[in-house]
C-alpha cells in the first residue's frame, strides 16, 4: 500500500526555520517526481515546490523562491521541504504528493498518493 506521511510542522516564529519530511512506502522514490503543497483555512490548495526524478531539478513557486528548498534523499525514501525566513502568510497544512508524469506538472488534479499533512503555524 502506498502511504505518504508528512512531519515536522509545528509553531514557529517569523523568520525562523523549519524542515518538513515527507516519507514515501509502498513505492520507489526515485521514479517519481513529488511535490510540496499547502492549503490555508478557507483559501484554495496551492503548489509550493517540486522536485523531479531525473537530475532532482526543481521549481517552485514565486511566494517561496529564496527561503525554501525541496530535496529528496531517494535512498531514505523521503522528501524534504526546508523553509526559512518564513512569514504568518506560510501558516497552512503542507500536504507532499506524487506526479505521475514526473515532469512536475501544473495540474493538480494529477497528483496522487497524498498524505495526511503536517500542520505549519507562523506565529510570534
Known amino acids: 500500500q502506498v502511504q505518504f506521511v508528512e512531519s515536522g510542522g509545528e509553531l514557529v516564529q517569523p523568520g525562523g526555520s523549519l524542515r518538513l519530511s515527507c516519507v514515501v512506502s509502498g513505492i520507489t522514490l526515485g521514479y517519481y517526481a513529488i511535490a510540496w503543497f499547502r492549503q490555508a483555512p478557507g483559501k484554495e490548495r496551492e503548489g509550493v515546490a517540486c522536485?523531479?526524478?531525473?537530475?532532482?531539478?526543481?521549481n517552485y513557486a514565486d511566494s517561496v523562491k529564496g527561503r525554501f528548498t525541496i530535496s529528496r534523499d531517494n535512498a531514505k525514501n523521503t522528501v524534504y521541504l526546508q523553509m526559512s525566513s518564513l512569514k504568518a502568510e506560510d501558516t497552512a497544512v503542507y500536504y507532499c504528493a506524487l506526479d505521475p508524469t514526473t515532469r512536475c506538472s501544473d495540474h493538480t488534479q494529477l497528483y496522487r498518493y497524498w498524505g495526511q499533512g503536517t500542520q505549519v503555524t507562523v506565529s510570534s
Open positions: 522536485i523531479r526524478t531525473n537530475g532532482g531539478s526543481t
